[in-house]
């Protein structure tokens, strides 16, 4: 009875077929049946409550080692993160600053590209990066295209052993994700974003849901 | 006038200020930033908007006035009070650079010098109305009370 059951791929309304879980008397049952694939859990009898809750907690932790485990909060994502707030305006930066912050950012603010350069040298401390788009004398693409070329200047010298990655260095191949901040979200700049080595763009100012997909992205795994 | 008086007062007077678009959602997003860790954060930014504001609108009215207007130089001075009214939830400011940019773009000095006088009202309306707001809120903290969170 209980091949046909599972066989017939019978299903819960959330879709997923329910766990069978076999109460028998004896223990030389259990093994034969739980290795045959044929029930999920085996209880025997007399039942137990701490058996009962055992069987429940395997039932469901079984589940969840199946399912990839994401940080539900924009708050787990960035605690502790060092992030780098580039913009030329005193009032973007304050306010992308004070949301980063809210959700456990480090935050460092600086107002020019030239300024990011210099913070963005490997090795250094920042997990990401949002850069505004226009400012005078650099602009955001400019510095991105200068950081990738200071990044790939420093693999090369990683790669070849002219440099040890050692202590100093948290990783061998260097690559800070970089995120556009723009007003205009339109496509053209978005392929431009692409273009000198930006890895997405935000809104400005953040939308929440925004924010979090693509933050997501860089620091989903944790 | 007791708390419970000036709390609604607030309250009404920050709806009616959404109501009639001197403030967007983004304002909301700014209050709803400040904690314990921020108390003042809402003011803070807001000050800096006014600063900021008032910089760029003296630039603008200087690079207007020359005899040969630099139209780029007038684009980039409104693009910057465009991303700071923004990032305030400012909408009504906000919304006056959009032509603004375009009559740069037409490099006409009369429509640009009246987006200038328009955007000037709005910027002072604006000011008015936050002043206000952070009046009443030290009125109500005077008065021992608290104040109230707006929807």
């Given at each position: 009875m209980l091949k046909e059951l599972r066989t017939n791929g019978s299903t819960t309304t959330l879709g997923k077929p329910p766990k069978i879980c076999l109460l028998c008397m004896s223990f030389m049952e259990k093994d034969d049946l739980k290795s045959a694939g044929i029930v999920d859990h085996v209880l025997t009898k007399p039942v137990r409550l701490s058996g009962l809750i055992t069987c429940f907690q395997e039932a469901i932790g079984y589940q969840n080692k199946k399912r990839v485990t994401q940080p539900s909060t924009l708050g787990s994502l960035l605690t502790g993160k060092h992030i780098l707030v580039v913009d030329d305006n005193n009032v973007n930066r304050r306010v992308a600053e004070g949301a980063l912050k809210k959700y456990g950012a480090i935050v460092t603010c600086v107002d020019s590209g030239k300024a990011a350069l210099t913070h963005l040298n490997?090795?250094?401390?920042?997990?990401a990066c949002f850069m505004d788009l226009?400012?005078?004398?650099?602009?955001g693409f400019e510095a991105t295209r200068q950081i990738r070329n200071l990044e790939n200047k420093y693999n090369e010298k990683v790669d070849s052993g002219a440099?040890?990655?050692?202590?100093?260095?948290?990783?061998a191949h260097w690559h800070t994700p970089i995120l556009a901040m723009t007003a205009d979200v339109i496509q053209a700049t978005n392929e431009e974003c692409m273009k000198c080595g930006m890895d997405d763009y935000v809104s400005k100012p953040f939308e929440k849901g925004q924010l979090y997909s693509t933050v997501a992205r860089f620091f989903g795994s944790g | 006038m007791e708390v419970g008086q000036l709390q609604r007062s607030f309250v009404e007077y920050m709806a009616s200020l959404f109501r009639e678009g001197f403030l967007d959602a983004q304002f909301s997003q700014l209050q709803q930033l400040q904690?314990?860790?921020?108390?003042d954060f809402v003011v803070e930014v807001v000050s800096l908007f006014f600063e900021d504001s008032e910089r760029l609108l003296n630039d603008l009215t200087m690079a207007l006035d020359q005899?040969?207007?630099d139209f780029k130089q007038v684009d980039a001075h409104v693009h910057q009070l465009k991303g700071s009214s923004s990032s305030v939830g400012a909408q009504r400011v906000k919304n006056c650079c959009v032509p603004f940019r375009n009559c740069c773009e037409e490099q006409n000095i009369e429509t640009c010098l009246r987006c200038l006088q328009q955007i000037k009202q709005e910027y002072l309306l604006v000011k008015n109305k936050l002043q206000t707001l952070f009046e009443l809120e030290q009125q109500i903290v005077a008065a021992g009370g608290a104040i109230p969170m707006v929807q």
């Open positions: 490997p090795p250094h401390n920042f997990d226009q400012m005078p004398e650099m602009d440099l040890l990655p050692g202590m100093s260095a948290r990783v | 904690d314990d860790s921020n108390p005899p040969n207007v």
